[in-house]
C-alpha cells in the first residue's frame, strides 16, 4: 500500500512533511483535503484525526496526526541518525525546536497568517509581537552557527523554517534578521528542495 | 556534576520533570526560581533559555529548556525503551501527544490556569473552550485503552496528565469525563508517583 499524506497546498504544516519526504526522496501520494468545506471536521477524516486538522498521514495501518510527529516518524524510518538522532542529548535538542515550532512559532507566525489570509479571529497584535520575540531569539541563535542545532539539517530545521518564511503574509516579514534569512537561504539550497505558496 | 532543574512548584511543566525523575529514580538538584520577582527574565537563567521560561535542565555540558524536550532526554538517557522506544512508529505516536501537551493542552488548560490562579491577561473563556475540548477527545480516546498510547505508561501521559488534573484552578475540571478521571487515578498509581500542589 501506498504511503498517503492527507494535504492542503497553503498549510505550512502540511508542508514540512512534503519537503521532508521531497528531502528523503519519500514516496508518498498527496490527497488534497478541501479545507473550505470542511472536508476535515466530517467524516471520514474526522475519524482519522479528532482534531479535526490536517495533515494526516496514512503508512498502512498506522494514521498519524500532527506534522511534528509525522517529521518524526519519516525521519526515523527513512533518515537514518541523520535527521532525528537518536542519542538523547541530541534528540532532545531537536526536540525543543520541534516545540518552538508547535508552540511560539504556532501562536506567533503561524496565528498571525491565520488572521490576515484565511480570517482566523483573533488577537493579531498580540501573535506579530509574539512572532517579533522569536525571529528575535532565532537570529541571535543563528549567528554564529549555520543550523538550528548540530553540525547539519536535522527536523528542527525544517519545523520551524515553513511559518518563519510565510511570515510575511501575516505581515511578519523575516527580512530585518539577517542571520534567520541566510538560514531560511541555506535551507532553500538543500538538495531536493521543494518550495511552497508565498515563499 | 549533579543533574540540576531549574524549577518553581507550581508550575505544572517543571513537575513533569519531577514526576518523571521520580519514576525513573533519576537524581536531581531542584534549584528554586523566584518567578514572582521575574528571576527568569534576567540574567543568569535568561542566558541559559532566551524564552525566558522555566523548567530548564542542566547536566555537565548540555542546557535543555521545554519540558518536553527535558522529558524526552530522560526517558532516553535513563528509560532504556520504556518510556519513549526509538522504533519510528512507537516514538511518533508518543510524539503526538507531546504535541498535544505543547499545543492544545497549553492553549487550553495552562492557559485559563495562568489566567485564574496568576493573573495573565488573555481570553479566558476562549482557553476553557479549548480545554474543554481536548477533554472530550480525550475521554473518548481513553474509553477503550489505559494509556495514551502503546500498551504501558509513557512520556505522552506525563506530559498531558499534569494540567488536565490541576484544570480545575483555570475553571476545568477534569471529573465529568470517566475515562480520562481513570486513566489521571492509574498515572497517580505508580510506583514511585509524586503529585504537585493542586492535584
Known amino acids: ?10 498549510s505550512g ?12 526522496n519519500v514516496p508518498v501520494d498527496f490527497v488534497p483535503v478541501d479545507l473550505k468545506s470542511g472536508a476535515h471536521k466530517r467524516s471520514p477524516l474526522i475519524d482519522l484525526n479528532a482534531f479535526g486538522q490536517i495533515p ?3 503508512d498502512n495501518e498506522l494514521i498519524l496526526r500532527d506534522s511534528h510527529a509525522i517529521l518524526v516518524y519519516i525521519a526515523r524510518k527513512w533518515g537514518g541518525e541523520a535527521w532525528l538522532p537518536t542519542d538523547a542529548g541530541s534528540m532532545a535538542l531537536v526536540t525543543q525546536w520541534l516545540m518552538v515550532a508547535e508552540n511560539e512559532i ?14 482566523a479571529q483573533l488577537d493579531v497584535v498580540e501573535a506579530r509581537e509574539k512572532a517579533t520575540r522569536v525571529l528575535s531569539i532565532m ?8 543550523w538550528l542545532v548540530l553540525d547539519r539539517p536535522t ?6 523554517m515553513p511559518y ?7 505581515g511578519v516579514p523575516f527580512d530585518p ?13 538543500l538538495p531536493h528542495f521543494v518550495g511552497m505558496p508565498g515563499m
Open 155 to 160: 527536523i528542527a530545521d525544517i519545523a520551524c
Open 177 to 189: 534578521y539577517p542571520a534567520v534569512a541566510a538560514w531560511v537561504g541555506r535551507i532553500k539550497k
Open 1 to 10: 500500500m501506498v504511503m498517503k499524506l492527507y494535504d492542503f497546498d497553503l
Open 139 to 146: 537570529d541571535k541563535h543563528l549567528a554564529d552557527r549555520d
Open 164 to 170: 518563519v518564511a510565510v511570515g510575511w503574509e501575516g
Open 13 to 24: 504544516n502540511c508542508y514540512k512533511v512534503r519537503l521532508l519526504c521531497a528531502l528523503l
Open 106 to 119: 504556532s501562536r506567533g507566525q503561524a496565528d498571525a497568517r491565520r488572521h490576515d489570509k484565511f480570517g
Open 56 to 58: 494526516i498521514f496514512e
